[in-house]
């Protein structure tokens, strides 16, 4: 798994992940969290599931998060079975786990036979038996949570985001509390791949002149430079954030037709430009 791909799926240069890698038919899981907001205590890694043991930067609280990816097979899911309840076991704080089951809970989820099945009966006894409740009905994709997180988190909300490098959709959990508003200015990376930009420095620092003491000098030419990269960088080169944030929104919208109906080949085309064009700008982004 790429750094680069899994930068697609969060906040940029805040971002912190564990993964799960796919091995023959057990699926991958990526668990992502924002730097600013979580802090990474443990982690444990079993074949079908991997989990996080965090703290909240804003209480001090510590939870639990589980991705899983379920397999298909009677024999393996009891595998995935006594994975959750080691990690029950180990860990007794609050606990959260989200990802695709492979399995329905409810006739209406995608049963084609319209009946219980022993593997519905079972998936409901592994609920009932680690206390958990269920979070979303939202299909196979859904979150599940002990009481105590609920009570803790009562708040969280969780939406599916788009998929802009993989078949499956991303799902968010967001329970808020990280300051949103205008970043403090800082040397971008990325501005080095625009093309003509040690001109343009070279261009500016030059086009200000200062009298007065070096230090003084250094001081104020340092002021207009920030002062120029910050103009070039809204009018010129453009936001970071909104140039991505455009071009995922053009993914979405494919995804959104697609879900309804076939992608014609010129559709196919426009879906793979904004799919590339959100790359792009991903790489382009600073990593501290």
């Known amino acids: 798994m790429s750094d680069e791909m899994v930068r697609t799926l969060g906040p940029g240069r805040f971002l912190d992940w564990k993964v799960l890698n796919a091995k023959g038919a057990a699926g991958g899981v990526i668990i992502c969290w924002d730097k600013r907001s979580l802090e990474i205590l443990g982690v444990e890694e079993g074949q079908f599931s991997i989990s996080c043991r965090f703290r909240n930067e804003s209480d001090g609280a510590i939870w639990v998060f589980t991705g899983v990816y379920g397999p298909f097979s009677r024999e393996d899911r009891e595998g995935l079975w006594d994975e959750l309840g080691a990690i029950r076991g180990l860990w007794e704080e ?36 680690l206390g958990l409740n269920n979070q979303s009905r939202a299909r196979l994709d859904r979150f599940l949570a002990t009481p105590c997180w609920l009570d803790q988190y009562s708040r969280v909300l969780h939406r599916r985001l788009p998929r802009p490098t993989s078949d499956h959709f991303p799902i968010l959990l967001e329970g808020g509390g990280v300051r949103r508003g205008p970043s403090p200015f800082k040397f971008e990376n990325m501005w080095l791949k625009a093309e003509g930009f040690q001109e343009l420095i070279k261009g500016w620092w030059q086009g200000i002149v200062v009298s ?13 430079l920030k002062q120029n990269l910050k103009t070039w960088n809204k009018e010129v080169f453009g936001r970071l954030e909104k140039n991505k944030a ?15 109906r076939s992608l014609t080949e ?16 991903v790489s382009m982004e600073e990593v501290h």
Do not use: H
């Open 94 to 129: 609050p606990w959260c786990l989200g990802g695709d089951f492979n399995i329905t809970l409810y006739i209406d989820e995608r049963s084609r036979t319209g009946r219980i099945t022993s593997a519905m009966r079972r998936f409901a006894q592994i609920i009932d038996e």
């Open 212 to 224: 007065g003491r070096p230090s003084y000098r250094l001081a104020t030419k340092l002021k207009g």
């Open 246 to 260: 455009d071009a995922l929104q053009q993914v979405e919208s494919w995804d959104s037709v697609e879900e309804v």
């Open 266 to 281: 010129v559709e196919l085309n426009q879906k793979k430009e904004a799919k590339e064009s959100y790359a792009k700008w």
